[in-house]
């Protein structure tokens, strides 16, 4: 089991930058492929990015090239840094976490997840 915390959202004008981070507890981080989702009002939660345990990315083409995944395993803490926001970027951001036997694998869909954070909010003004 593990228990997943996000923080750092915010409110940020358009064309600006944020970060948000993702803290677990419980068993070993670096046993998990880890995602970010996010769900707007309205709209259901889709896929933002992916990170395996050996640290290959992925990103849904929304966010790619602006926004940034990483992990720091000694910290137990999952990154998104976000650059060039936009209005519709605005969100509830979740991260996600799943026991990952092949250390290259990441994963895209929200049932390929087996454990999720509460959430934060990313509001983008315009």
């Known amino acids: 089991q593990v228990q997943l915390v996000e923080s750092g959202g915010g409110l940020v004008q358009a064309g600006g930058s944020l970060s948000v981070s993702c803290t677990a507890s419980?068993?070993?981080?670096?046993?998990?492929?880890m995602g970010w989702f996010r769900q707007a009002p309205g709209k259901e939660r889709e896929f933002v990015a992916g990170?395996?345990?050996?640290?290959?990315?992925t990103y849904a083409d929304s966010v790619k090239g602006r926004f940034t995944i990483s992990r720091v395993n000694a910290k137990n803490t999952l990154y998104l840094q976000m650059n060039s926001l936009k209005p519709e970027d605005t969100a509830v951001y979740y991260c996600a976490a799943r026991t990952a036997y092949n250390m290259d694998s990441y994963f895209f869909t929200l049932n390929d997840y087996d454990y999720w954070g509460q959430g934060t909010q990313v509001t983008v003004s315009s």
């Open positions: 990170i395996s345990r050996s640290g290959d990315t």
């Open positions: 419980g068993r070993t981080f670096s046993s998990y492929a």
